[in-house]
């Protein structure tokens, strides 16, 4: 596991003397959503200085949330404090928070934003962050996520009533979207969380022991949030997830999650083009038809032309001049050189993972150690 940027927020508002920001009401807007390793980042002006690079969070429960530093830069004036922590409820603390004048994404500007300032934990693919955007700021429009067309989209319209297919309710308890799943025969509510990006299906462990796996669970890492740390397991289960009429056939999950819902990560939410109401409190999901594809090696230099592609249920992928490695439906974690076609994992040192390859000198296997001192080998598929 890496070290992670934080999951949800739980914040509960202790004083607040500003007025909640109002967005002012504009057509359609969409401005682009570029990357830094698997974190996804816009560009905003904040009190008409910038532009400034922040992520969004759809599990983030204020407007906004500041680097303390960058609150010290544009001499942001606090009014007021707020309790904070992650969905364990474990070690709650008090933060700042602090008035913003304005914030401006494309052409729409919203206006007395509240902004918590606190110290962020965030991996090495943050640099130059410097906040994040909650999900209550975008309360007054149609909010769009379009991950696979890496747009983010503003819209003054309202979404048709909810299906149960493609368009579905959901509650919003501490402003976070949170839908109902089935795991297995298990019906369980679920954050949609953009800013987890820990795992893709996380589930509490009292679900998940009474789940048949099919793999042994393996401790992949340690996960921190915003004020405590934990060991995250993954296993691929033999059991169905349903998120609307989107299924996931013995998906890998991690665990724990750190409340008794689920929680739906980056890893899963990327795949598609998400659309929230929140005056209706309802979400689109819209999906392509997923296929099997070698990652593009447009930009990938020579040295490391020949490892992205898929090998089973673990891909190689390139992006951000980094190799990463991805397990079905767990996390990206990235690559770092330990010798000629070996690696080891940033954030998990002792990992192991080797390339071999064929008589013509091409890769065509990965092998990637576990913890158990054996080699799991996979084919790569061959284009």
Same mark, same amino acid.
């Given at each position: 596991?890496?070290?992670?940027?934080?999951?949800?927020?739980?914040?509960?508002?202790?004083?607040?003397?500003?007025?909640?920001?109002?967005?002012?009401?504009?057509?359609?807007?969409?401005?682009?959503?570029?990357?830094?390793?698997?974190?996804?980042? &816009?560009?905003?002006? &904040?009190?008409?200085?910038?532009?400034f690079?922040?992520?969004?969070?759809t599990?983030?429960?204020?407007?906004?949330? @500041?680097?303390?530093?960058?609150?010290?830069?544009?001499?942001?004036?606090?009014?007021?404090?707020?309790?904070?922590?992650?969905?364990?409820?474990?070690?709650?603390?008090?933060?700042?928070?602090?008035?913003?004048? %304005?914030?401006?994404?494309?052409? &729409?500007?919203?206006?007395? +934003?509240?902004?918590t300032?606190?110290?962020?934990?965030? %991996?090495?693919?943050?640099?130059?962050?410097v906040?994040?955007?909650?999900?209550p700021?975008?309360?007054?429009?149609?909010?769009?996520?379009?991950?696979?067309?890496?747009?983010?989209?503003?819209?003054?319209?309202? @979404?048709?009533?909810?299906?149960?297919?493609d368009?579905?309710?959901?509650?919003?308890?501490?402003?976070?979207?949170? +839908?109902?799943?089935?795991?297995?025969?298990?019906?369980?509510?679920?954050?949609?969380?953009?800013?987890?990006?820990?795992?893709?299906?996380?589930?509490?462990?009292? @679900?998940?022991?009474?789940?048949?796996?099919?793999?042994?669970?393996?401790?992949?890492?340690?996960?921190?949030? +915003?004020?405590?740390e934990?060991?995250? !397991?993954?296993?691929?289960?033999?059991?169905?997830?349903?998120?609307?009429?989107?299924?996931?056939?013995?998906?890998v999950?991690?665990?724990?999650?750190?409340?008794?819902?689920?929680?739906?990560?980056? %890893?899963?939410?990327?795949?598609? &083009?998400?659309?929230?109401?929140?005056?209706?409190?309802?979400?689109?999901?819209?999906?392509?038809?997923?296929?099997?594809?070698?990652?593009?090696?447009?930009?990938?230099?020579?040295?490391?032309?020949?490892?992205?592609?898929?090998?089973?249920?673990?891909?190689?992928?390139?992006?951000?001049?980094?190799?990463?490695?991805?397990?079905?439906?767990?996390?990206?974690? !990235?690559?770092?050189a330990?010798? !000629?076609?070996?690696?080891?994992?940033?954030?998990?040192?002792?990992?192991?993972?080797?390339?071999?390859?064929?008589e013509?000198?091409?890769?065509?296997?990965?092998?990637v150690?576990?913890?158990?001192?054996?080699?799991?080998?996979?084919?790569?598929?061959?284009?």
């Amino acid at each position: 596991m890496t070290q992670p940027r934080t999951m949800t927020l739980l914040l509960v508002l202790l004083f607040i003397t500003a007025v909640p920001a109002m967005a002012q009401r504009a057509p359609v807007v969409e401005v682009p959503i570029s990357f830094s390793g698997p974190m996804p980042i &816009v560009e905003v002006m &904040v009190n008409g200085q910038g532009p400034f690079r922040f992520t969004f969070d759809t599990g983030a429960g204020l407007e906004a949330d @500041l680097d303390p530093a960058f609150v010290a830069r544009l001499k942001l004036q606090p009014n007021g404090k707020v309790r904070g922590g992650d969905p364990s409820g474990r070690n709650v603390q008090e933060y700042d928070t602090v008035a913003i004048d %304005s914030i401006v994404l494309g052409s &729409v500007q919203f206006r007395k +934003v509240t902004a918590t300032s606190r110290p962020r934990r965030m %991996s090495p693919d943050a640099a130059g962050v410097v906040g994040i955007l909650g999900f209550p700021l975008f309360k007054d429009y149609l909010f769009t996520l379009d991950y696979p067309g890496k747009r983010l989209r503003l819209e003054n319209r309202e @979404l048709p009533p909810a299906n149960g297919a493609d368009i579905l309710d959901f509650d919003n308890p501490r402003r976070i979207p949170v +839908v109902e799943i089935t795991v297995g025969k298990t019906k369980i509510k679920a954050h949609l969380d953009s800013g987890n990006m820990m795992g893709g299906f996380m589930l509490p462990e009292s @679900l998940v022991d009474k789940l048949s796996l099919v793999s042994p669970a393996v401790t992949v890492g340690r996960a921190r949030t +915003v004020n405590n740390e934990i060991e995250i !397991k993954q296993a691929k289960i033999s059991d169905t997830i349903k998120l609307g009429r989107f299924e996931y056939s013995q998906p890998v999950i991690s665990f724990p999650a750190l409340a008794e819902d689920a929680n739906i990560g980056l %890893s899963i939410l990327k795949e598609f &083009v998400l659309s929230f109401d929140q005056k209706n409190k309802r979400v689109r999901l819209e999906r392509s038809t997923p296929k099997a594809e070698t990652p593009t090696l447009t930009n990938v230099p020579p040295a490391l032309k020949d490892y992205p592609g898929n090998y089973g249920v673990r891909t190689i992928g390139f992006e951000g001049g980094s190799l990463y490695l991805q397990r079905q439906g767990g996390p990206q974690m !990235k690559l770092i050189a330990a010798g !000629k076609d070996e690696f080891t994992l940033e954030r998990l040192p002792a990992a192991r993972i080797a390339f071999v390859r064929g008589e013509t000198g091409n890769v065509v296997e990965l092998r990637v150690l576990n913890r158990d001192g054996e080699w799991e080998t996979s084919k790569k598929d061959q284009p």
